[in-house]
Nanobody, 128 residues
């Protein structure tokens, strides 16, 4: 059973930084593609970033490229999202998700329906 627990959200000013963490309590963490999604009030959940099994390849949504960095530590069963230069439009609940898959393509990594396991979310609020 995979249980994902996010942490690291909070209130930050425009231009500030936050580092989100997502701990996986299940086994075989390195067998999962890991992704981050976000959902703002009144909006659909959207893809933010994903990382492959060993962390050697990543995908990013255009609106976070150059500002956010995804990484993972398989020894710690944890995936991270370093968020810099935050903007008010980054305000959302951020979710991490795990996908048991042998596929690594933009189409699959960016599709929320591909992910079988989800965390409870962590709130990120960027104040102007």
């Amino acid at each position: 059973q995979v249980q994902l627990v996010e942490s690291g959200g909070g209130l930050v000013q425009v231009g500030g930084s936050l580092r989100l963490s997502c701990a996986n309590s299940g086994r075989s963490f390195s067998s999962y593609v890991m992704g981050w999604f976000r959902q703002a009030p009144g909006r659909e959940r959207e893809f933010v970033s994903a990382i492959n099994w060993r962390g050697g390849s990543q995908y990013y949504a255009d609106f976070v490229k150059g500002r956010f960095t995804i990484s993972r530590d398989n020894a710690k069963n944890t995936v991270y999202l370093q968020m810099n230069s935050l903007k008010p439009e980054d305000t959302a609940v951020y979710y991490c998700a795990a996908d048991w898959t042998a596929s690594w393509t933009p189409a699959t990594a960016m599709r929320s329906s591909e992910y079988e396991f989800w965390g409870q979310g962590t709130q990120v609020t960027v104040s102007s």
